[in-house]
């Protein structure tokens, strides 16, 4: 099955019957393995309504990448929870009542 074909199939399927919203999220580094990206917040992301993930390193080495899915983005940055992958859901902020 091509990229292409999985992409409509997932927008789909996630889109059906609801509103498509979005969710960010965060890598909190709990133990840099590697000594790269330091400890804390390293990157932030966006989970789009098909499931595809870009993220955005906060290094000295900015990048932006680009994953199938958050499943993805755990395994293979996840380094057995030495990083946590913090999941924010846009919607469910946007309904809150502020103080």
Known sequence: MSI?????????AQNAGSRPHVQLYYLDRVNDLSGTSGTGTVAVGIIF?????AQCWLTDHYSITFFPS????????????????????VEAVREMELP
Do not use: F, M, S, Y
């Open 4 to 12: 292409t074909r999985r992409i409509i199939q997932l927008t789909k």
């Open 49 to 53: 309504p098909n499931g595809w993930c």
């Open 70 to 89: 958050i499943e993805e983005v755990k395994a293979i940055h996840g380094h057995d929870g030495a990083t946590r992958v913090l999941i924010i859901d």
